[in-house]
C-alpha cells in the first residue's frame, strides 16, 4: 500500500512560482510512474504531469508545457512538481498519484490548495 502526502501549496501571485512536494509511503515507489492531477472548482480533475518510474520518461498537459517540471528523488521517495510563470487558470487543488506498473492510478494524497492571484 502506497501513501501519499502534498505539501508546498499556497497563494502566490502570478508570475511567481512554486515548488509542490508529494512524499511517498511504500518500498516500491521507486517502480511506479508518479503524476501530478488538478482540479479547479467545478470542473473536472485534470492530468497536469507524469514522470516514469524505469527510465523517469515525462509527459506534460499543453496547458502547463514549458512552464511545470516534474522530478523526483527514488531515495526520499518524494517526487516534486515545479511550477514557474504560474497564471490565474493554474488556481486549483493539485494531487499527487501513484500508477503501479500494468495498473491505473490507485493512490491518491489528499490534495494541496494553490491560488494564483492577478
Known amino acids: 500500500q502506497v501513501q501519499l502526502v502534498e505539501s508546498g501549496g499556497r497563494l502566490v501571485q502570478a508570475g511567481g512560482s512554486l515548488r509542490l512536494s508529494c512524499a511517498a509511503s511504500?518500498?516500491?515507489?521507486?517502480?511506479?510512474?508518479m503524476g501530478w492531477f488538478r482540479q479547479a472548482p467545478g470542473k473536472e480533475r485534470q492530468f497536469v504531469a507524469v514522470m516514469r518510474g524505469s527510465g523517469g520518461s515525462t509527459y506534460y498537459a499543453d496547458s502547463v508545457k514549458g512552464r511545470f517540471t516534474i522530478s523526483r528523488d527514488n531515495a526520499k521517495n518524494t517526487v516534486y512538481l515545479q511550477m514557474n510563470s504560474l497564471k490565474p487558470e493554474d488556481t486549483a487543488v493539485y494531487f499527487c498519484a501513484a500508477q503501479p506498473t500494468g495498473a491505473g492510478w490507485s493512490h491518491w494524497g489528499q490534495g494541496t490548495q494553490v491560488t494564483v492571484s492577478s
Open positions: 511504500g518500498r516500491t515507489f521507486s517502480s511506479y510512474a
